[in-house]
């Protein structure tokens, strides 16, 4: 199974804030559109991704304000990124070693949609069931 064809069923909405807002409004932001991770565009470029576990580990376990912090001051700016051919294995390979939890993907610059961890195991799961019934299928029929 490709990235393209998790975006396929998943959709390929993407949502993204600039890096001049607060990471607060980043925040609300995200709880409206129910994401862990906001993609961080400027001039229709990807520059960075800020995530849940940015702002736990950069705003609140350091006593900052999410009000007085801008999203460029804390977000992730070496973002792994995946193409829309590449496959569920590899990004299962690339989020565990990364230790990441979300992949932009990207081709030619152009940002495409975005998967989690959550969509790569559904996915997974979703390939297992179709083995099993197919398995299924194969053996009941071989014994009519």
């Known amino acids: 199974m490709t990235v393209n064809q998790i975006l396929a069923k998943k ?3 993407v949502y993204s804030v600039p890096p001049s807002i607060t990471v607060y409004e980043a925040l ?16 229709d470029l990807l520059i960075g991704i800020l995530s849940e576990r940015d702002y736990a580990r950069k705003i609140a376990l350091k006593a900052k304000s999410s009000k007085k912090t801008f999203v460029h ?36 610059d152009n940002i495409l949609g975005i998967i989690s961890i959550g969509d790569v195991v559904k996915s997974i799961i979703d390939l297992q069931k179709e083995t099993i019934q197919y398995l299924d299928s194969y053996i009941s029929g071989g014994k009519s």
């Open 73 to 108: 001051e804390i977000m992730a700016n070496n973002v792994i990124t995946v193409k829309p051919s590449d496959n569920l294995d590899y990004c299962m390979d690339l989020m565990y070693n990364k230790k990441i939890r979300h992949l932009p993907v990207v081709e030619n």
């Open 28 to 43: 609300v932001s995200m709880s409206e559109k129910n994401i862990g991770a906001i993609l961080v565009v400027e001039n």
């Open 11 to 13: 959709g390929k909405e």
